[in-house]
């Protein structure tokens, strides 16, 4: 009120302007609704809480989040596996008697027995293909 010299409805009538075109703004383009507190991942009410209670509360909240990206990627790499082990052991171009595929860090791992350079290199090409450029690494024996 004092900076832009205005009395008190003035102050409150600009706030509400303000606050109806942000809203507006925010709905036309995220569709959302920028008053729910659903779409928030933490709320803060700085009239009862001290600074360093929300700085903890904050971070603590960037950690868990780290935790479940963490989780899930490594959810998604162990799906991805599973997916393409399915894949390759069903698909009747290939015979593959023993296969097994887990994921290193961010490669997913093929380990298992073929009969002959030939079928190594089909069974590799196909794993390469459903993988869709993520990393492969292939240790593929020859059954002797």
């Not at 360093?52 to 799906?79: F, G, H, P, S, V």
Request: glycine residues 4%; charged residues 40%.
């Amino acid at each position: 009120m004092i900076r832009d010299a205005v009395d008190r409805d003035t102050s409150k009538w600009l706030v509400e302007k303000t606050d109806h075109e942000r809203a507006r703004f925010i709905r036309s383009i995220y569709g959302r609704e920028w008053d729910d507190p659903n779409e928030y991942d933490i709320i803060c009410d700085t009239g009862k809480r001290d600074k360093e209670e929300i700085i903890t509360l904050i971070i603590d909240n960037l950690l868990e989040k780290e935790q479940y990206a963490t989780e899930l990627k490594t959810l998604r790499l162990r799906t991805e596996a599973a997916r393409l082990k399915a894949s390759l052991l069903t698909n009747p171009k290939l015979f593959i008697p023993t296969l097994d595929v887990y994921h290193e860090g961010e490669t997913l791992v093929l380990r298992g027995i073929v009969h002959n350079a030939k079928e190594h290199k089909a069974v590799e090409e196909e794993a390469m293909r459903l993988a869709k450029g993520a990393s492969i690494k292939c240790e593929l024996h020859y059954r002797k």
